[in-house]
Nanobody, 126 residues
Framework: QVQLVESGGGLVQAGGSLRLSCAAS????????MGWFRQAPGKEREFVAA????????YYGDSVKGRFTISRDNAKAACYLQMNSLKPEDTAVYYC???????????????????WGQGTQVTVSS
């Protein structure tokens, strides 16, 4: 069973950048598709980005397209989220998620992912 640990969150000014990392334990990381979600206070958890096992296919939420980039390094068992041109509305707890089996909910759905990290706080000041 893969376990996920996020890091890289923090406080940044609007227009700045952050790179989040998701470190996965276990030797089967390459068999998991990965996703990033975020949750702001009082709001539902929102899809940010997803990447398939090979890294060839990526998907993004409308609010982050063109600003965020998801990537993975299977040799390092890690997934990354490069966030550029950050806005105050990007402030949230960011979660890394993973699963091995595609159940048809879609990569944008929280229901598609069985494994979750503990989250890392990202705060963007105006």
């Amino acid at each position: 069973q893969v376990q996920l640990v996020e890091s890289g969150g923090g406080l940044v000014q609007a227009g700045g950048s952050l790179r989040l990392s998701c470190a996965a334990s276990g030797r089967t990381f390459s068999g998991y598709f990965m996703g990033w979600f975020r949750q702001a206070p009082g709001k539902e958890r929102e899809f940010v980005a997803a990447i398939t096992t090979s890294g060839i296919n990526t998907y993004y939420g409308d609010s982050v397209k063109g600003r965020f980039t998801i990537s993975r390094d299977n040799a390092k068992a890690a997934c990354y989220l490069q966030m550029n041109s950050l806005k105050p509305e990007d402030t949230a707890v960011y979660y890394c998620a993973a699963d091995r089996v595609y159940n048809g909910y879609g990569y944008t759905s929280t229901n598609e992912y069985a494994l979750w990290g503990q989250g890392t706080q990202v705060t963007v000041s105006s």
